[in-house]
């Protein structure tokens, strides 16, 4: 029929069992007369175990080392599903990173794939053999061994499926799919059957955790077609594609992230370039930022908020606190217990009227607002911890319902 | 200084407090000036546990699957020991097998090195870095990777240094050295300051356990000055080498080794090439042979018996008797129960009573000899396995105290 690259996680192959699941799943796809790559992640907690072993000898390696010790976990998944697919008596073959031909540039933890070499995957393929291929790694210029970082194994996936020309890359996960909220707390979510890349991209970034940011770019970049699905039943998932416009639902989904975290500058003197100079400051510190508020100054003084996550959110007060005469701030306040809720829908942009419904879902909520930021196709606002899964269940119930 | 190899085996590296111990002997060493190749084993009990992962999934995975598995045991001791050098300040650098330039033959679980590429080990230790690298392991021609099988590290870190023109390689273990016996049992057992390559091969073939015959093959024949030392004190260990034959003494060491099973084969027709036909047979089935003893025959019934290992003697007993019509044998009897008890010595084949005074050392302790085989440096007996650590210590202080 075609060829299909799959991708299961971590909980996916977490024991025996599960990877016996995963080689059924696997071989009924090949017994269609697919061609199958499979791409998967370190089994379940492998990857915290290890960091654990790291951190009792050295709390602060080099990234490199890391790295070295972390691509064992793909490496342990990929040959136990090997062998349970050697079980059930079909022809296989398990590939690290740079055995399947990924190189990527140098940065350890958190490498960029520059290519891939598929021959020997193609080659295994003509044999008709099913392909594993360890998900999250690669080797640099120096032939090191470097991991993708976060999402790296979604990455890994959907770049194979570029390069092999899949027909589809199947991203396989423990929910059913991509859904308009949080099942776990919106009891009215539903699952879409289909929903756009760029949509999909916000999702992803707005802590819908299914798939990562970084695949979905790759895969509206190469345009290679995503179905998440569940590695726990046969129902169809959600395909991710580009997506007719017409009539579509304005919107799509709503996400709620509790890794975030507030910096705001309090009387910040009033001079133009104060907001290039604080923000390349964190910049050049690495430090991410996402939301951005800039008080309308009076002249003299302003205030300016922002968030980061909660992981930079200690680095970010050092750098502020480092420079803080020179920035001319008189007071920086902070706070983690705040959550960035949001809504997402391609639709969005040209209803004026859906940032004041979400509002007014709020305010019937009793929900304060702390910050405000708007994008081409979705609204996001900050909000007490507290109070974030109760404002996603009403903004859902208002938008979705 | 110089160049060192040091290969440090799975209890060196067993748990946090053991790697930072072993990153101090080696950064020791470093800062002596010298340049310095360390080789790592599998942490403890590693192995065994991603064996029983294999195990659950598949009884019976390919050898290269397991190859895959296995070789990540490895990589994660390199990794950990780089860092534990990062921590104390000193410049390091891992490398998995194939990083390192071992290129072996294909045969999957049990590969022989062909050649170690060691420019990248070279530039490294230019640049003054210390190199880890990851024994038992290597790649072969499909770029697939293979593990060396029984006593593969020390091999690694003998190859390597006979590849780099290392000025020693030293070999740490959790005894001090070689012994004149097991000094577990041994009260009078002492170790020996230097043995030479041919001793040292009987000894390790007899189960001494400290080096494995391969690597001192290896080193035989490529020279390499071993030195066999503890990682746990700084006492001396034996130096195994090229050793001066000049007054040496005549008995070198008492070994026992209990992985031994004797098969006898009663009646067998008494006709020239029977002893070909038989173990040609064996040879054919990959069943190790060791002692072979043939009792005279009178013309038409002889006996011949022979040991193998304990895991080879069920495979032994099915071909025997599988072929029993064919090679004409009236009976065959085993046993498990039985260990081989020898004495080591270069000097020995010049000095007709070595074999009678241990004879004698056995007799005064009532113990019964089931077979005998003696070959230029060595007399082994058979002895019943609960007379084994006797028998040593019978023939020990008769020679060695």
């Not at 919107?251 to 500058?265: E, W």
């Not at 100054?297 to 420079?323: H, P």
């Amino acid at each position: 029929m075609g060829l299909v690259v799959q991708k299961y996680g971590g909980t996916s192959v977490k024991d025996a069992e599960r990877v016996m699941n995963v080689a059924r799943r696997v071989t009924d796809t090949y017994q269609k007369g697919n061609n199958v790559v499979v791409v998967v992640s370190a089994q379940g907690d492998t990857t915290d175990e290890l960091i654990e072993k790291a951190m009792e000898i050295n709390p602060s390696p080099s990234k490199r080392e890391m790295d070295m010790l972390l691509s064992t976990g793909e490496q342990i998944s990929i040959s136990l599903l090997a062998m349970a697919i050697e079980k059930l008596g079909f022809p296989v073959v398990s590939m690290t990173g740079w055995q399947a031909g990924f190189r990527t540039d140098s940065t350890y933890g958190a490498a960029r794939i520059h290519e891939i070499n598929a021959d020997r995957i193609e080659n295994e393929l003509d044999k008709r053999r099913i392909v594993i291929v360890a998900g999250f790694q690669g080797i640099n210029k120096y032939d090191d061994i470097v991991t993708l970082g976060r999402g790296g194994s979604d990455t890994s996936a959907v770049a194979l499926a570029a390069v092999l020309g899949a027909d589809v890359c199947e991203i396989y996960t423990d929910v059913d799919g991509v859904f308009t909220a949080d099942p776990r707390f919106v009891k009215t979510a539903y699952k879409l059957d289909e929903i756009s890349y760029d949509e999909m991209l916000e999702l992803a970034s707005l802590g819908a955790n299914v798939l990562h940011n970084r695949s979905v770019e790759l895969a509206k970049k190469y345009n290679v077609k995503l179905a998440v699905k569940s590695s726990l039943n046969n129902n169809e998932g959600t395909y991710v594609k580009e997506v007719d416009q017409v009539e579509k639902m304005i919107v799509r989904g709503v996400t709620r992230d509790n890794d975030c975290a507030r910096i705001a500058l309090c009387g910040v003197e009033d001079t133009p370039g104060k907001a290039f100079q604080i923000f390349s400051l964190l910049s050049k510190n690495g430090i991410g930022v996402d939301l951005i508020i800039q008080s309308i100054g009076n002249g003299t003084q302003k205030d300016i908020s922002f968030t980061t996550t909660e992981g930079d959110l200690d680095k970010a007060l050092e750098v502020m606190d480092g420079n803080r005469s020179v920035l001319k701030v008189q007071d920086i306040k902070w706070s983690k217990d705040v959550s960035k809720v949001s809504i997402v829908g391609a639709g969005m942009v040209n209803n004026v009227g859906v940032a004041a419904k979400m509002f007014e879902a709020l305010y019937n909520a009793h929900i304060n607002i702390n910050m405000i930021a708007t994008s081409e196709i979705k609204i996001s606002v900050l909000v007490d911890q507290k109070d974030a899964e109760r404002a996603v269940v009403a903004i859902h119930d208002k938008f979705l319902v």
